[in-house]
């Protein structure tokens, strides 16, 4: 365990204030974009009213999709919302023309409507997004179609494609986090696997409490998770199925050897993880569905918390081979290992993005612990957080946000999930039905 963007995000909406006439507003040669790039953030404000309900039986799931779409696109800091009472215009037909100067009086520069029709126990979620400014829709008209308690994917899909077209990045609200539920006091805490949306809804518990239970990690299609737990009375790895919830032990791996820290490969086709025999611990890898296991380190020292890079040619770990934890890479089959961690301080669970350009980072320094990020060479390093406790960063499949695990002080010290996004702006705690640690984010689920 570890002792235990110079650039920032700026929103240029690529066009001024319209200047106006009464009656006539210039449109803009080019479609609003709010580019991540240098600079200071000033959030773009947008205005959703609230989705049309189609029928009487869709009243509840329009307001409720309205909502979560608004909270989606806030929640990124990067989007500020126009309160409805503030509204000129109200939308009544998802038909019908925009009035565009009522929303530009109100310095809108997104405008977001939808409807929402129920038939039976099917729901059929329309929207629209327009650029308010140049007086244009930014893309065509979607729709989605779903089971009835499927709602809150159809509004997280939603905020996604607003995200994808104003940004020009990948949206990541309809993902999932799996994580460690705590409760009980801090010296006889109990622990179980749990799965939530990405926001803290719907959550369900994978497993009971009456093992410990440590670092579940999601497949690249996350479908598995492979976790660590005491069920044996020892460390061990699990593969768990998501959808039938069913688990078993890690194949080719001794029953009386610890093994821990595991991941899969960039492809899932295997899992690597830590394992300590005859007192000393190296990094290990055998395929998914059997087979012989290969070692990949060699060394006499605490090799540990492996991450693939996107395309599966390269290895971040963690060792303490100089004497201290520092963050190493190394070819993905095995081979030459070359330190990346060039500061003072202690570094730990490195993780690959998804973008593959940084790797993210614990570093524990002065008694502080941060969450970091760096070139994947170890250059520009960057400390995004700093607490009593931050650990354990895992990345938003958009490569542009983590979540990590931040614990307090003191005998009532208790962890909490929280997120930043890589300039270390806009962190939050992320809610959760109690105490949760060891977070590990999903990649997008497919489209409903």
Do not use: C
């Amino acid at each position: 365990m570890l002792l235990t963007r110079r650039s920032l995000i700026r929103s240029a909406s690529v066009f001024a204030a319209a200047a106006t006439l009464p009656g006539l507003v210039r449109a803009q040669s080019r479609p609003l974009r709010l580019e991540i790039t240098e600079g200071v953030i000033e959030p773009l404000p947008f205005a959703i009213p609230s989705f049309i309900a189609r029928n009487g039986a869709a009243a509840d799931a329009a307001a409720d999709i309205t909502r979560v779409i608004a909270a989606d696109l806030r929640g990124t800091g990067l989007f500020r919302q126009i309160p409805d009472s503030a509204h000129i215009s109200s939308v009544t037909n998802f038909d019908a023309p925009i009035l565009y100067p009522d929303w530009q009086a109100i310095n809108a520069q997104a405008l977001i409507v939808g409807e929402v029709e129920q038939q039976g126990g099917r729901l059929i979620v329309r929207f629209r997004l327009f650029d308010v400014f140049s007086q244009q829709p930014l893309g065509d008209g979607l729709q989605f179609v779903g089971n009835r308690d499927g709602w809150r994917r159809m509004a997280h899909n939603v905020a996604d494609q607003v995200y994808e077209r104003i940004t020009g990045e990948t949206g990541y609200f309809d993902t999932r986090v799996v994580f460690v539920h705590e409760e009980g006091p801090k010296n006889a805490r109990l622990k179980r696997l749990a799965l939530m949306d990405y926001d803290g809804a719907n959550v369900q518990f994978l497993t009971d409490s009456r093992s410990l239970v440590l670092a579940p990690r999601f497949s690249p299609t996350g479908d598995r998770i492979i976790y660590t737990s005491y069920e044996s009375g020892q460390p061990r790895v699990y593969l768990m199925d998501v959808a039938s919830v069913t688990r078993r032990p890690l194949e080719a791996v001794s029953a009386g050897n610890m093994t821990f820290s595991p991941r899969f490969t960039a492809d899932g086709g295997s899992v690597v993880f830590s394992m300590e025999q005859g007192g000393n611990t190296d990094i290990y890898r055998v395929p998914v569905g059997g087979g012989a296991r290969s070692q990949l380190t060699n060394a006499p020292s605490i090799e540990t918390a492996p991450s693939f890079s996107p395309d599966g040619r390269q290895m971040v770990f963690e060792s303490d081979r100089t004497g201290g934890q520092q963050i190493y890479v190394m070819p993905s089959g095995g081979g030459e290992v070359q330190r990346i961690s060039r500061g003072s301080g202690r570094y730990g669970t490195p993780v690959w993005s998804p973008r593959g350009d940084y790797i993210a980072f614990t570093k524990q320094e002065r008694g502080r612990f941060h969450i970091g990020v760096m070139r994947t060479n170890g250059s520009e390093e960057r400390l995004l957080t700093a607490s009593f406790l931050d650990e354990g960063p895992t990345w938003a499949p958009n490569g542009r946000v983590l979540m990590f695990t931040r614990e307090t002080a003191g005998a009532d010290g208790a962890p909490a999930v929280y997120s930043v996004d890589i300039s270390g702006r806009n962190l939050q705690r992320v809610a959760t039905p109690g105490m949760a640690s060891d977070p590990s984010w999903s990649p997008r689920l497919p489209r409903p």
